[in-house]
Structure formats: structure tokens, C-alpha cells
């Protein structure tokens, strides 16, 4: 016959806690430091049951913003969060549709939509030519440092 006894378990020296009336053993002063314990909030728990295929679909869409922190509260996100506000205000007051003429075409489309394509070729086009700047003016300080090298080659005695 089996007891309750026999099954009951020490949870506290599984959790590796030691009772008061232990003297805590101190480690050598080579020794390795001993791993730090998780705090409540690392410690997840875990269901008995394997996760359930619209489970793991959640847990892979919500792991990015997990990692997500809200930024301080202080007068320069404010700013930004009026700005951000009155900007989709903006967009919102110009939703309703206009005509649009485009060498053959005619069409409507909302100003908002518009705007953004605008801003959009705008922004690709002066990202092109920030390239095109940087590249040509690499072009030329390496062609003034070869005919720099160059100077220098024919000047040395040999």
C-alpha cells in the first residue's frame, strides 16, 4: 500500500533554495560565478498541451513586436506625435478624388494617393542624385590621387 507520503515532493530544494538552518556554502575564490537566477518575468510558463496550429501562427506574427518599447514620454515625442497627427489630418481632409491629366491619360484618383506618389518620386529622385554626387566625386579624388601617384613616380630617382 502506497502512502500519501511517498509522493509528496520538496519544491523548495528543487527550485534550488536552501532551508534557513543550511549555512550557505561559499565558493572558492577561482571558482566560476554561478549562473543568475531568472527573475519572474523571464520565466515563462508552459502548457502541458502542444500549441495549436492558430497558436503558433500568433506566437511568429507577435514575436517582432515582443521586442517593440514605446519610446519616453517627453516633449519631443509629443511634438512628433502632433505632428504625426496633423499630417494624417491632412491626408484625411484630402481624400475626396481629383482629375488627372497625364500626356494621354485621364483618369481621378484620391489627392492623398497622389501626394504620396509624389512625395515618393520625389524622394527616389533625390536619393538618385545624392548617389550620383557621391559617386562623381569619388571618381575624381581617385583620379587626383593616381595622377598624384603618378607625380610622385616620375619624380623618384631610381
Do not use: H
Not at 500549441?51 to 511634438?79: C, H, I, M, S, Y
Not at 501626394?115 to 575624381?140: K, M, S, T
Amino acid at each position: 500500500m502506497v502512502s500519501d507520503d511517498d509522493f509528496d515532493i520538496d519544491v523548495d530544494a528543487l527550485a534550488g533554495e536552501q532551508d534557513e538552518s543550511e549555512p550557505a556554502v561559499a565558493a572558492p575564490a577561482g571558482a566560476a560565478e554561478a549562473p543568475k537566477k531568472p527573475t519572474p518575468a523571464e520565466v515563462r510558463a508552459m502548457s502541458a498541451r502542444k500549441p495549436g496550429l492558430w497558436r503558433q501562427v500568433g506566437d511568429k506574427v507577435a514575436a517582432p513586436f515582443q521586442r517593440a518599447r514605446l519610446p519616453e514620454w517627453n516633449l519631443k515625442t509629443f511634438a512628433y506625435l502632433l505632428l504625426l497627427i496633423i499630417i494624417i489630418w491632412f491626408l484625411l481632409e484630402n481624400w475626396p478624388p481629383c482629375r488627372v491629366r497625364l500626356l494621354v491619360w485621364n483618369g481621378e484618383a484620391p489627392k492623398t494617393v497622389l501626394f504620396l506618389v509624389n512625395l515618393l518620386i520625389g524622394a527616389a529622385l533625390l536619393r538618385w542624385w545624392q548617389v550620383f554626387v557621391a559617386a562623381r566625386q569619388a571618381r575624381r579624388e581617385s583620379a587626383q590621387q593616381a595622377a598624384a601617384t603618378a607625380a610622385a613616380t616620375e619624380n623618384t630617382p631610381q
